[in-house]
């Protein structure tokens, strides 16, 4: 992914994050992340790379106008305003902010997942056009017509995407 584009700022508050609810998590603490109501492709895949990155988390659904903050020290927040635990990828797409986040975490994406990034985020910064192969727009919207709430989708898209990731040894310190 080009982290050039890329707020380096906003990447780099997602790593914080995302090491700071590791270790929270290797606490015992119950992370969570959170997203917006009636969550688009970009919501979905940025919220399920954060589940799969935390091993696992609490989905809590907010206001895109709200941000997370210091209130809520054991949650991050995608594709909402961006505040001190949230993210938004003004530049290109929450998903792709997580993904990069990831990466620089040690997490390696094959074909298929910087696919599904790549596509998600063309979408989301009006670029749209592309398709991959998982077509993830596609698949949310089939999932919804038969019955499936929007916590199932983001654990069907977590499930579908963690074969295409290998994670690095986390340590938390």
């Known amino acids: 992914m080009a982290l050039a584009k890329l707020e380096a700022n906003e990447v780099g508050r997602a790593v914080s994050l995302l090491i700071d609810l590791r270790r929270q998590k290797a606490d015992g603490i119950e992370v969570e992340v959170a997203t917006h109501v009636a969550p688009d492709a970009d919501a979905i895949l940025a919220t399920a790379l ?70 998600v985020t063309a979408i989301d910064s009006a670029k749209g ?22 916590r199932e989708t983001v654990g069907y898209v977590a499930g579908k995407l963690r074969s295409h990731l290998t ?6 310190e």
């Not at 056009?129 to 929007?150: M, S, T």
């Not at 994670?167 to 938390?172: C, F, G, L, T, W």
């Open 50 to 119: 954060s589940a799969i990155a935390l091993g696992g988390a609490r989905i809590v659904w907010q206001s895109s106008d709200e941000d997370v903050g210091p209130r809520h020290p054991n949650r991050m927040g995608v594709d909402v305003r961006a505040g001190p635990r949230s993210i938004k990828g003004r530049a290109s797409s929450a998903a792709e902010v997580v993904a990069c986040a990831m990466q620089r975490l040690g997490w390696q994406f094959d074909a298929t997942a910087m696919e599904v990034v790549e596509e």
């Open 167 to 172: 994670s690095p040894r986390m340590v938390v």
């Open 129 to 150: 056009g592309r398709r991959a192969a998982f077509n993830l727009g596609q698949q949310v919207l089939h999932l919804r017509a038969a019955g499936w709430n929007d």
